[in-house]
């Protein structure tokens, strides 16, 4: 029996996060583009989560990482 993962909306963060730090993914990119890293059978689950937190699929990477730390040059 396999444990379904519970996405929520910080647990997408850190995924987008992640996948940024990794140069996986770019920043400007749609939230959409994360529907490749994660299984068919979840990404409903992540829909509606964003949409509960008033994301649309076609928003921006980088409005996810609104928290994001920013190092001086």
């Known amino acids: 029996m396999s444990t379904a ?3 929520d909306i910080e647990v997408i963060k850190e995924e987008a996060r992640e996948l940024v730090n990794k140069g996986v993914i770019q ?3 749609p939230i959409y583009v994360l529907c490749k890293f994660i299984p068919d059978r979840e990404w409903v689950c992540v829909e509606l ?3 509960k937190n008033e994301f649309l699929l076609r928003d ?3 409005d996810l990482l609104t928290n994001e730390k920013w190092s001086e040059d």
């Open 5 to 7: 993962v519970k996405y």
């Open 27 to 29: 920043r400007n990119e």
């Open 49 to 51: 989560e964003l949409e």
């Open 60 to 62: 921006k990477i980088i």
